[in-house]
């Protein structure tokens, strides 16, 4: 090699040992397990990791129908929430009663009306939980995250 190739072979090895030096981001651990209220699998929702370090964004992961969650979190110290209310089904409409016998056509009444749409969203039944657990700050779940992979049942009392 000559010398005027020098700079640019110097300059190409510390790109390269660059993100060595730097690192390859925070650690994660991969978690799993089930979220029991009561004892018995919470059937949906949203399940929340906030680290404790305010650099690093929350993780949320939907709940299954048996309770069920996986998730990919930071390693290091974490407050957990729990959140189903979007399973809750709305109240019902207040309208004025009918008078007897009437009843209001919906459109699957119709001969031939195409089938309901389907629904997006989450996938479970509502089952009410103390408020404490929508908000991490309240909840006062907390667990540490460890690199590799774990299981870690979230319970609610």
């Known amino acids: 090699m000559t010398r005027p190739?020098?700079?640019?072979a110097t300059l190409l090895a510390l790109l390269m040992a660059l993100p060595v030096l730097a690192g390859c981001g925070v650690p994660r651990g991969q978690?799993?397990?089930?979220?029991?209220?009561?004892?018995?699998?919470?059937?949906?929702?949203?399940?929340?990791?906030?680290?404790?370090?305010?650099?690093?964004n929350a993780v949320s992961v939907p709940i299954g129908p048996d309770g069920r969650y996986e998730a990919t979190v930071p390693a290091g110290d974490?407050?957990?929430?729990?959140d189903n209310r979007e399973l809750q089904p709305p109240p019902p409409p207040e309208e004025p009663p009918l008078p007897p016998g009437v009843k209001v056509p919906t459109p699957e009444d119709r001969p031939g009306a195409p089938p309901k749409a389907a629904t997006f969203g989450l996938a479970g039944n509502y089952v009410p939980i103390p408020r404490k657990?929508?908000?991490?700050?309240t909840s006062g779940l907390r667990y540490t995250v460890k690199k590799g992979t774990a299981s870690y049942d979230v319970e609610l009392r």
């Open 133 to 137: 657990y929508y908000q991490a700050e």
């Open 78 to 82: 974490v407050t957990v929430c729990v």
């Open 31 to 56: 978690l799993s397990g089930r979220v029991l209220y009561q004892g018995k699998p919470l059937p949906g929702g949203w399940l929340t990791f906030r680290p404790a370090d305010p650099r690093l």
């Open 5 to 8: 190739d020098r700079p640019l």
